[in-house]
């Protein structure tokens, strides 16, 4: 009898130290407050590797820092290093409980390169060949994005082309190493010997021609440039006219603090809570725009804008007994 009181004393003593343990280990865990990467936005090339640092807030959180990665096909991540696997976009995320942060990751595809191997000269001096073999000496040519690209030493040049016939045609005018004027014809071509993938860039005029040989060496870890944005001009909302004083009180409090812009297709309104763009053509002096914001509680007729050195006026007739509107914003 007593054997089995002690037994059960000492189911009972494990069972609370169990609990007890497990209380204490529960108080002790601290969550994961917030994470932030160094980086918010990353390019790389396919097969590249980028590596992304991580800090996890507070330093002592129990919270395990686990790394993801949207779309496994373009970029995979383990511990922080990033992989290109597939052209496109992925979003990296490193989570720490419920705290997040990510970075979008844009894969590009390596271009074919070609590395600078010899050059043949007709119509010039024999020298201008040791010329052409100093200038390109160790250089790599590829095309990527609508462009051929020329690495000389540390520059990068840029070309555009017109394809015409199986050839890349480049503009004479500004060609690294055109010793025969802007009237020659610099053509591109790619073509292979033997298995061996081969470049050809030639220049020629009536008298004379160069042919530069570049020899296929594998993919370029290249990333094109990011094109910059066009600055925007923007206008302020400032004032409204209509003969209507009710529908001016409207266009007035639904155009407060709103700011308007032109893109290449759009007039742009900005609102304190969206954006609207609406289709627009530019005739002469005006801009025909298809404003449909029924903001007068009418259909709209037409509505176009013009620009006078800082303001730009907004017309806008309404198609019920012809009632205008006129909203005037002022260059920021």
Same mark, same amino acid.
């Given at each position: 009898?007593?054997?089995?009181?002690?037994a059960?004393?000492s189911?009972?003593?494990?069972?609370?130290?169990v609990?007890?343990l497990?209380a204490?280990?529960?108080?002790c865990?601290?969550?994961a407050t917030?994470?932030?990467l160094?980086?918010?936005?990353l390019?790389?090339t396919v097969g590249?590797?980028?590596? &992304?640092t991580a800090?996890?807030?507070p330093? #002592?959180?129990?919270d %395990? &820092?686990v !790394?993801?990665?949207?779309?496994?096909?373009?970029a995979t991540v383990?511990?922080?290093t $990033?992989t290109g696997?597939? @052209?496109g =976009?992925?979003?990296?995320?490193?989570a720490?409980?419920e705290a997040?942060?990510?970075?979008?990751?844009?894969v590009y595809e390596r271009p074919d390169?070609?590395?600078y191997?010899s050059?043949a000269?007709e119509?010039?001096e024999?020298g201008?060949a040791?010329?052409f073999?100093?200038i390109?000496?160790?250089?790599l040519? !590829?095309?990527s994005?609508?462009?051929?690209?020329?690495?000389?030493? =540390?520059?990068i040049?840029?070309y555009a082309y017109?394809?015409?016939?199986?050839?890349?045609?480049l503009?004479?005018?500004g060609?690294?190493?055109?010793?025969l004027?802007?009237?020659?014809r610099?053509?591109v071509?790619?073509?292979?010997?033997?298995?061996?993938? +081969? +470049?050809?860039?030639t220049?020629v005029t009536?008298?004379?021609s160069v042919v530069m040989?570049?020899n296929e060496?594998?993919?370029?870890? !290249?990333?094109p440039?990011a =094109? =910059? %944005?066009?600055? $925007?001009?923007?206008?302020?909302?400032? @004032?409204?006219t209509? #003969?209507?004083?009710?529908?001016r009180?409207?266009?007035?409090a639904?155009?407060?603090?709103?700011?308007?812009y032109f893109?290449?297709?759009?007039?742009?309104? %900005?609102f304190?809570?969206?954006?609207e763009?609406?289709?627009?053509t530019?005739?002469?002096d005006?801009?025909?725009?298809?404003f449909?914001?029924?903001?007068?509680?009418?259909? &709209?007729?037409?509505?176009?804008g013009?620009?006078?050195g800082d303001?730009l006026?907004?017309?806008?007739?309404?198609?019920a007994q012809?009632?205008?509107v006129?909203l005037t914003?002022?260059?920021?």
């Amino acid at each position: 009898m007593k054997r089995s009181i002690k037994a059960a004393l000492s189911l009972c003593l494990a069972a609370a130290l169990v609990f007890c343990l497990s209380a204490a280990l529960a108080g002790c865990s601290v969550p994961a407050t917030s994470v932030s990467l160094q980086e918010s936005a990353l390019a790389i090339t396919v097969g590249s590797e980028e590596t &992304l640092t991580a800090s996890v807030a507070p330093s #002592d959180t129990t919270d %395990e &820092l686990v !790394w993801s990665s949207s779309d496994p096909a373009v970029a995979t991540v383990s511990e922080g290093t $990033v992989t290109g696997v597939g @052209a496109g =976009e992925a979003v990296i995320t490193a989570a720490a409980g419920e705290a997040s942060a990510s970075c979008t990751v844009t894969v590009y595809e390596r271009p074919d390169g070609y590395t600078y191997a010899s050059c043949a000269i007709e119509g010039l001096e024999e020298g201008y060949a040791d010329l052409f073999d100093t200038i390109y000496g160790g250089s790599l040519a !590829w095309f990527s994005g609508g462009a051929f690209y020329v690495q000389v030493g =540390e520059t990068i040049y840029d070309y555009a082309y017109t394809e015409k016939d199986g050839e890349y045609l480049l503009d004479a005018e500004g060609f690294v190493g055109n010793i025969l004027g802007d009237e020659a014809r610099i053509a591109v071509q790619k073509s292979e010997v033997f298995g061996l993938g +081969l +470049l050809m860039i030639t220049m020629v005029t009536p008298d004379a021609s160069v042919v530069m040989v570049f020899n296929e060496s594998g993919g370029v870890d !290249w990333i094109p440039p990011a =094109e =910059e %944005e066009k600055p $925007v001009q923007r206008y302020a909302f400032a @004032a409204c006219t209509a #003969d209507d004083a009710a529908m001016r009180e409207r266009y007035e409090a639904a155009f407060a603090g709103a700011e308007a812009y032109f893109t290449e297709s759009a007039f742009c309104v %900005e609102f304190s809570d969206r954006t609207e763009r609406y289709a627009c053509t530019r005739l002469n002096d005006r801009y025909l725009i298809e404003f449909d914001a029924n903001i007068g509680g009418q259909e &709209l007729l037409i509505t176009y804008g013009t620009l006078a050195g800082d303001t730009l006026v907004l017309t806008v007739v309404a198609a019920a007994q012809a009632d205008t509107v006129v909203l005037t914003f002022m260059k920021k």
